[in-house]
């Protein structure tokens, strides 16, 4: 099976700046990576989907990269609201659709 | 407006049995495909099971294979997971979440999720 595997595993940054998160597939997936968001205490929320496009309602801070192994999360100016561990998920060839260990983001 | 509601959570003794439910409104219930995910205390996401769009195929993860089972009924547009044999380390929320057309997706919906505690 595929493995994804997030860095860093947590993070903390000031409002404003630029924040990247990666995750890295253990075999090349194509563009078949998601990325949501979980607050604290609250239900995880798409972010993007095939890697780089934006789900409707998300602000355009956020963007997304890669293909085949390599992706990555960006926010281009963190804001208060964007707290939260943010998770990438492959869905390639269909089940096992794994989830990366998670990012959390924190406010310096 | 798509909505997922989540029910049939609770405490149960280890080597229990319990069934969850999920119902879906607000979509055409039998386009898609459907998940489970649970997330354990403190920990992260763990896709849990998925089933197709017309009940055809049925997926499972190794940690849940053989003790777990999904099933649907597009008539009442409900998705079951029907967990059995259960273990301390099943102890989670478990959510709901709604596919594409197919299981090889990403989840663009999700259900406020049911507690699952498995202890004695």
């Known amino acids: 099976d595929i493995q994804m595997t997030q860095s860093p595993s947590s993070l903390s940054a000031s409002v404003g700046d630029r924040v990247i998160i990666s995750c890295r597939a253990s075999q090349g997936i194509s563009s078949n990576l998601a990325w949501y968001q979980q607050r604290p205490g609250k239900v995880p929320k798409l972010l993007i989907y095939?890697?780089?496009t934006l789900q409707s309602g998300v602000p355009s801070r956020f963007s997304g990269s890669g293909s085949g192994t390599d992706f990555t999360l960006t926010i281009s100016s963190l804001q208060p609201e964007d707290v939260a561990t943010y998770y990438c998920q492959k869905y390639d060839t269909g089940p096992p659709l794994t989830f990366g260990g998670g990012t959390k983001v924190e406010i310096k | 407006e798509v909505q997922l509601l989540e029910s049939g959570g609770g405490l149960v003794q280890p080597g229990g049995s319990l069934r969850l439910s999920c119902a879906g409104s607000g979509f055409i219930f039998s386009s898609n495909a459907m998940s489970w995910v649970r997330q354990a205390p403190g920990k992260g996401l763990e896709w849990v099971s998925s089933i197709g769009a017309t009940s055809g195929n049925t997926y499972f993860a190794d940690s849940v294979k053989g003790r777990f089972t999904i099933s649907r009924d597009n008539s009442r547009n409900t998705l079951y997971l029907q967990m059995n044999s259960l273990r301390a380390e099943d102890t989670a929320v478990y959510y709901c979440?709604?596919?594409?057309?197919?299981?090889?997706?990403?989840?663009?919906?999700w259900g406020q999720g049911t507690l699952v505690t498995v202890s004695s």
């Open positions: 979440s709604r596919g594409g057309q197919y299981t090889r997706s990403h989840f663009d919906y």
């Open positions: 095939a890697a780089s």
